[in-house]
């Protein structure tokens, strides 16, 4: 009798325990959001002393009641989506850097009815690592409140594997708040539903409400996608080995376009162009030595063939992934290709004339920068085919193509 006794109310102090450390942490999780602490803290009441996230739960009840049924009602909801599931029968990665023409290409796949798209899951992720030494903040998901401490680059590695998974397999309770709360969430149309509920009911509670949004689009699509532009090819390549339903897409823009875009977007100064160009060719052109390995289940696709030829090239991209090219696709591809107007924004280069949009940074970027890129990147030029610069005409003048024969196996 006794030992029951003790031993339901242990039940259910643990499941307050847990509970606490959950809003806690995540509390914390979400202070350290350095760059949208107003907005994730308006969306999800944590900031806002006025309102408080045990409210919803207890209701007014018992307090310990009332916590442990939540749990054993968040239990039971996650086993109903998640066990016995199939799932999507194709999982893509969209595998890129920033500034390099992600989210135009991953815009013409996302207009497939078939697919389940999600815009860069580890936005968040990689602040956890970006914190002080010694402060270590836990990740907080539903399945099992696991801590990682992701200052540690291998757990860094491992948990984004665990991410990406879970959002191509739709396990969300694999995903940790923080990131189901980001503003990329609203980047995709098959996502944006479970953005804006997120958006009405706030909190822990809120963001369980609205799960059902995703976990639904998620498993009736045959085809799920990630783009990540934080993934390195070695990290993609053992997911490609555990999961066979697995293929990616390797994005590859001339390296004068993406760093010129990315001093523009203030990723690094002026001055430190060299060092950053050093760094980001000596990744590309790691990843792309990876990347060939795998013929058949990676292919290499360079952003200026694409924006040439959006409707061959897409077109090859479906036949890769398996997904029908119908006339809607077409029809969209027509409307955001063709010239349109485009204003001063350098998040625009996906609208309007595409063929214009991958050729801008000739007319910005001064012949001492392309030189100094030419030369840290000529490995990067090599494999891909892309030509040094001559002179500054021939630079400025935009019907001199800088892009040549590829020396490796590339989507053309
Ligand atoms: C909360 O309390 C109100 C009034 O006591 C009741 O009508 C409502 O059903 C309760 N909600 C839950 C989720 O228990
Ligand atoms: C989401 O919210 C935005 C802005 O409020 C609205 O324009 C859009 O239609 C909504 N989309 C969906 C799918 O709910
Ligand atoms: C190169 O890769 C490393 C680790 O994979 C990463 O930390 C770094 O930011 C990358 N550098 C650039 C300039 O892309
Ligand atoms: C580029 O080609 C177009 C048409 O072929 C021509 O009209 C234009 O003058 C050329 N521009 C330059 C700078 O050579």
Same mark, same amino acid.
């Given at each position: 009798m006794r030992l029951t006794a003790i031993r339901g109310m242990g039940c259910t102090c643990k499941g307050s325990i847990i509970v606490i450390f959950l809003v806690a942490a995540t509390s914390l999780t979400f202070f350290y959001q350095t760059s949208s602490i107003k907005d994730i803290g308006e969306r999800t #009441? &944590? /900031?806002? =002393? @006025?309102?408080?996230?045990i409210q919803p739960i207890n209701n007014g009840t018992d307090k310990l009641t009332g916590l442990a049924s939540t749990i054993e009602n968040v239990k039971t909801v996650i086993a109903r989506y998640e066990q016995n599931i199939r799932g999507p029968e194709i999982n893509v990665l969209l595998l890129t850097y920033m500034r390099s023409g992600s989210t135009f290409t991953a815009d013409l796949l996302q207009q497939s009815p078939d697919v389940f798209y999600v815009f860069e899951p580890l936005t968040t992720l990689l602040r &956890? #690592?970006? /914190? =002080?030494? !010694?402060?270590y903040i836990p990740v907080v998901t !539903?399945?099992?409140?696991p801590v990682y401490h992701l200052q540690k680059m291998n757990n860094f590695k491992m948990f984004s594997k665990r991410l990406l998974n879970a959002f191509l397999t739709c396990t969300f309770s694999q995903v940790d708040m923080a990131t189901l709360l980001q503003?990329?969430? @609203? %980047?995709s149309l098959t996502t944006l539903p479970f953005y804006n509920c997120t958006r009405q009911y706030r909190g822990i509670l809120g963001l369980f409400r609205c799960l059902p949004h995703l976990y639904e689009r998620c498993q009736r699509s045959p085809v799920s996608i990630a783009k990540t532009i934080r993934t390195r090819m070695q990290t993609a390549v053992e997911m490609l080995q555990s999961n066979p339903k697995l293929k990616i897409i390797h994005l590859i823009r001339d390296p004068r376009g993406t760093l010129m875009s990315e001093l523009r977007f203030g990723r690094f100064r002026k001055s430190e162009l060299l060092t950053y160009a050093t760094t980001f060719c000596k990744n590309v052109t790691e990843d792309l030595e990876i990347a060939r390995t795998h013929p058949d289940r990676i292919k290499i696709i360079r952003y200026e063939d694409l924006c040439d030829n959006p409707f061959l090239l897409s077109k090859k991209l479906y036949d890769f992934i398996g997904m029908e090219f119908t006339s809607e696709i077409k029809k969209y591809i027509h409307s955001v290709t063709s010239a349109g107007n485009e204003v001063n924004c350098p998040l625009c280069t996906s609208r309007a004339d595409s063929k214009m949009a991958s050729k801008r940074w000739r007319q910005q970027i001064t012949i001492k920068d392309a030189l100094t890129i030419d030369n840290v990147c000529s490995n990067v030029f090599h494999i891909m085919g892309y030509k040094p610069v001559n002179s500054l005409d021939e630079l400025r003048n /935009? %019907?001199?193509? !800088?892009?040549a024969e590829p020396k490796i196996n590339v989507l053309r």
């Amino acid at each position: 009798m006794r030992l029951t006794a003790i031993r339901g109310m242990g039940c259910t102090c643990k499941g307050s325990i847990i509970v606490i450390f959950l809003v806690a942490a995540t509390s914390l999780t979400f202070f350290y959001q350095t760059s949208s602490i107003k907005d994730i803290g308006e969306r999800t #009441g &944590y /900031l806002s =002393p @006025r309102k408080s996230l045990i409210q919803p739960i207890n209701n007014g009840t018992d307090k310990l009641t009332g916590l442990a049924s939540t749990i054993e009602n968040v239990k039971t909801v996650i086993a109903r989506y998640e066990q016995n599931i199939r799932g999507p029968e194709i999982n893509v990665l969209l595998l890129t850097y920033m500034r390099s023409g992600s989210t135009f290409t991953a815009d013409l796949l996302q207009q497939s009815p078939d697919v389940f798209y999600v815009f860069e899951p580890l936005t968040t992720l990689l602040r &956890y #690592g970006m /914190l =002080p030494p !010694f402060v270590y903040i836990p990740v907080v998901t !539903f399945d099992q409140a696991p801590v990682y401490h992701l200052q540690k680059m291998n757990n860094f590695k491992m948990f984004s594997k665990r991410l990406l998974n879970a959002f191509l397999t739709c396990t969300f309770s694999q995903v940790d708040m923080a990131t189901l709360l980001q503003y990329h969430v @609203r %980047n995709s149309l098959t996502t944006l539903p479970f953005y804006n509920c997120t958006r009405q009911y706030r909190g822990i509670l809120g963001l369980f409400r609205c799960l059902p949004h995703l976990y639904e689009r998620c498993q009736r699509s045959p085809v799920s996608i990630a783009k990540t532009i934080r993934t390195r090819m070695q990290t993609a390549v053992e997911m490609l080995q555990s999961n066979p339903k697995l293929k990616i897409i390797h994005l590859i823009r001339d390296p004068r376009g993406t760093l010129m875009s990315e001093l523009r977007f203030g990723r690094f100064r002026k001055s430190e162009l060299l060092t950053y160009a050093t760094t980001f060719c000596k990744n590309v052109t790691e990843d792309l030595e990876i990347a060939r390995t795998h013929p058949d289940r990676i292919k290499i696709i360079r952003y200026e063939d694409l924006c040439d030829n959006p409707f061959l090239l897409s077109k090859k991209l479906y036949d890769f992934i398996g997904m029908e090219f119908t006339s809607e696709i077409k029809k969209y591809i027509h409307s955001v290709t063709s010239a349109g107007n485009e204003v001063n924004c350098p998040l625009c280069t996906s609208r309007a004339d595409s063929k214009m949009a991958s050729k801008r940074w000739r007319q910005q970027i001064t012949i001492k920068d392309a030189l100094t890129i030419d030369n840290v990147c000529s490995n990067v030029f090599h494999i891909m085919g892309y030509k040094p610069v001559n002179s500054l005409d021939e630079l400025r003048n /935009l %019907n001199v193509s !800088f892009v040549a024969e590829p020396k490796i196996n590339v989507l053309r």
